[in-house]
């Protein structure tokens, strides 16, 4: 890479180019290699947590031997589990311990290595410093060491597997005192969350100064597009709420290793004996730590995906956002509301009813903001030229499917019925909705849409929508029958649910959610294949392939190092599509009136 | 381009926004754990707290002065670099590291005091969030006393000037995060 600075003083932001491919692309201070290492990485890990739910779903479709079941001729697909798990799936049934494991790393792989890395670290390392016309983030070489500290964590995390006894087995949220008494993969997952959230800080740190400090010449906050508006709040939360379950981990990482007992009661009894422990502590005590933290991840997975559904919309419906202020000002609301809603996820832990009470009420204000942002989103369409191409259709399937999700929630906000939903399958078809067919179909829908901006051409169209459609159908005939499962009550966490009596009427909907499960899987290989030959084979997109309005656009395809060739400047708002007696029906920020 | 604050929007340095925001983060950490603590000194039927005499007030109250003095010294040590005096600013620097060389000497004498007399980390829930909540303020400690040293070899290096010295007033922000945390955690430890 020859960079010539032929102009007498170029100036500090003129950066040369790395060289060499170590510096260039691996150990890189770059936001957008890092953004795209964020992306490979996290897609990896939401491939092998879809892999683990497969077994489990698996086992769950089928979870006991049949009447005709003979050992001597298993079918090819019980042949292989046979051969591959000889101790933890004997033709192909699955040891419960197993099914625990699997249970909490999948959980824990999808919300802290998967879905928050690809909608936080991946789209907002890649696309916000170009957003904001900014040369790079305020601080880069903490940026590579956010990439670097979260692969480790995550690497620790996997490896629990090899630990004795195992991964962990007490959930994603590692409820105590089960989580203390675990074998010693509790403790890799401990050390390895310790990292991640480590790493996150890094990070968090990064979004909210570069976002605060590097904007371009004439974009004012009140000119930010919703994109990265959702980033900064994403960044908040991580950096307030994140912290507490470091807290909490570390307390935990105490009572297994030295001893104490924040989370173990008086005299507990372990084992048929008394656990010999000084005692004394509180079990609730981690659920508070845990939720704390928890819920307002849940926003952490979804403000980011609600930014990436704005842009898309706006700029395939050919004009402004709807309601941009509101949209603005009530991710804000989200953001502060979310840090006081925890306790709805433990209405039958055991907590005073008045305090449930004051929970059950900010638990009902914060779906507010929530349903004025899905509002803003769907009234944008009215009147709209909409292009139905890849991107806009994972956008446009966001709302309905975040619609479910949202509105599945509330019967669980509500302490009387939640009493009867709690841990059954209700539960995970309504977070799952929330999660899958919302958050990361945005994502998906994010990918093809700034893919052109990250390697410079566009993914296939047809491949991108048979991708969608093998995406969004499964994946509600996988979610929506738990829903149904779970109104009638059938619990969750349970390798073989058919040993209760009452889990039988609707055991039959695990079979169809299995076989959806397969059919989602097979329907992510054209997206697979599309990824890597559009790198090559992809038509070739110019600097601004869609017409858009922000300011990504402005800079070539994919953004040399430094991104833009002089530093840029705003003369109006983010969505300024079909301007009367404008030449264009776009009239991007950067262009002077 | 020397100056970087001139160019950010909001006045504010990144190194200082960054610093801003990561005490905000560190304000989290201690609040969750401070009020585990209180939530279940005050709840728990079984926090046996040990007698104010087994804890050594006297002693931690000249620990809590250190500190507060190596606060004092770092705000002049800031003061000296303001106006480009580079050898006070470096011998406030090391009275600064004194104070924290003290507080934590004195912390380890305090810790094997404390484990002879059977207060143990898991002795009973008291002890164990004695030594969490002062252990971890240790680690603080003892990294802002590797930051301090580097800012004296960085001062050695001509690094800073009355005009650029981000880092001497970003480490001074933590310092006194770090005494600040140890303002609570002593009365409500050792006092109450």
């Given amino acids: ?593 | 381009m020397s100056t970087a604050i001139a160019e950010t929007n909001t006045g504010i340095s990144n190194a200082k926004l960054g610093t801003w925001s990561f005490l905000a983060s560190e304000i989290m950490l201690f609040g969750g754990l401070i009020s585990a603590y209180v939530i279940l000194r005050s709840g728990s039927a079984h926090m046996v707290v040990p007698p104010r005499s087994m804890m050594g007030i006297p002693l931690a109250t000249f620990n809590t002065f250190a500190l507060i003095t190596s606060s004092v010294t770092m705000v002049l040590a800031l003061a000296a670099i303001q106006e480009g005096n580079i050898a006070r600013f470096q011998r406030w620097l090391l009275c600064t590291i004194g104070g924290g060389v003290i507080f934590l000497c004195v912390k380890a004498y305090e810790y094997q005091h404390k484990w002879e007399e059977g207060i143990t980390i898991s002795s009973n829930l008291f002890g164990s969030f004695y030594y969490t909540l002062t252990g971890l303020h240790v680690v603080h400690v003892t990294g802002g006393l590797f930051l301090m040293a580097y800012l004296l070899w960085a001062g050695t290096r001509g690094e800073f000037t009355p005009e650029s010295h981000d880092r001497v007033e970003c480490a001074g922000l933590y310092w006194h995060f770090v005494d600040l945390v140890w303002v609570i955690l002593f009365p409500i430890l050792y006092l109450l």
């Fill in chain 1, 1 to 593: 890479m020859t960079d010539a600075h032929g102009h007498a003083g170029a100036h500090a932001h003129g950066h040369a180019g790395p060289q060499g491919f170590i510096w260039k692309y691996v150990f890189s201070v770059d936001h957008k290699v890092i953004g795209i290492q964020y992306l490979v990485t996290s897609f990896l890990f939401l491939l092998v947590g879809f892999s683990m739910m497969l077994l489990m779903r698996w086992q769950l479709a089928v979870p006991t031997p049949g009447d005709d079941f003979d050992p001597e001729k298993l079918g090819m697909i019980r042949g292989l589990l046979n051969w591959m798990f000889p101790e933890s799936m004997p033709f192909g049934f699955m040891d419960p311990v197993f099914y625990n494991q699997l249970g909490a790393m999948h959980g824990t792989i999808m919300i802290f290595l998967g879905v928050v890395p690809l909608g936080v670290a991946a789209f907002g390392n890649f696309v916000m410093p170009l957003q904001i016309g900014a040369p790079d983030m305020a601080f880069p070489r903490l940026n590579m060491m956010s990439y670097w500290t979260y692969l480790v964590g995550g690497i620790v995390i996997m490896s629990s597997f090899l630990a004795d006894g195992g991964a962990p087995q007490s959930g994603w949220t590692s409820y105590a005192p089960l989580s203390v008494v675990a074998p010693a993969g509790q403790t890799y997952w401990l050390i390895g969350m310790v990292i991640i959230i480590t790493s996150s800080l890094f990070g968090a740190i990064n979004f909210i100064v570069t976002t605060l400090n590097m904007r371009a010449k004439g974009l004012t906050l009140g000119r930010m597009p919703v994109f990265c508006w959702a980033q900064l709040v994403t960044a908040v939360l991580l950096l307030l709420a994140f912290p507490v379950l470091e807290a909490g981990a570390l307390l935990q990482l105490l009572d297994r290793v030295a001893g104490t007992s924040f989370y173990i009661p008086k005299d507990m009894i372990y084992g048929a004996t008394v656990f010999p422990r000084a005692g004394g502590g509180s079990p609730i005590l981690w659920q508070h730590l845990f939720w704390f933290l928890a819920h307002p991840e849940v926003y952490v997975l979804l403000l980011p995906a609600m930014g990436i559904v704005a842009e898309i919309i706006a700029t395939n419906t050919r004009k402004p956002l709807f309601g941009y202020k509101e949209l603005v000002g009530s991710l804000c609301v989200i953001g502060v509301l979310s840090f006081i809603v925890w306790a709805h996820h433990m209405f039958l832990s055991g907590m005073r009813t008045s305090l449930a009470n004051l929970f059950v009420t900010t638990t009902m204000t914060i779906s507010i903001p929530s349903v004025a942002v899905l509002t803003c989103l769907l009234l944008s369409l009215r009147g709209g030229t909409i292009r139905f191409n890849t991107p806009m259709l994972f956008a446009l399937a966001f709302l309905p499917m975040f619609g479910i999700g949202g509105l599945t929630g509330l019967p669980l906000g509500f302490a009387p019925t939640d009493l009867h939903l709690h841990d059954t399958y209700y539960v995970i078809g309504h977070f799952h909705y929330v999660v899958a067919p919302g958050s990361l179909i945005a994502l998906i829908g994010g990918t093809y849409y700034w893919y052109p901006k990250m390697f410079g051409r566009k993914m296939n169209e047809k491949l991108g929508k048979v991708h969608f459609w093998m995406t969004v159908i499964p994946m509600n005939f996988v979610f929506f029958p738990m829903l149904i499962q779970g109104m009638y009550g059938m619990q969750r966490r349970l390798a073989t649910p058919t040993d209760q009596w009452h889990n039988l009427p609707v055991q039959g909907w695990s079979m169809l959610i299995g076989i959806a499960g397969a059919v989602l899987f097979v329907g992510q290989l054209p997206f697979l294949w599309n990824f890597f030959w559009s790198l090559k084979h992809g038509e070739v997109a110019g600097a601004n392939p869609w017409n858009a309005t922000t300011l990504e656009w402005a800079c070539p395809s994919p953004p040399p190092h430094g991104n833009f060739a002089t530093p840029p400047e705003v003369f109006r708002g983010p969505y300024e599509y079909s301007v009367p007696g404008h030449k264009t029906d776009y009239w991007p920020q950067d262009e002077a009136a």
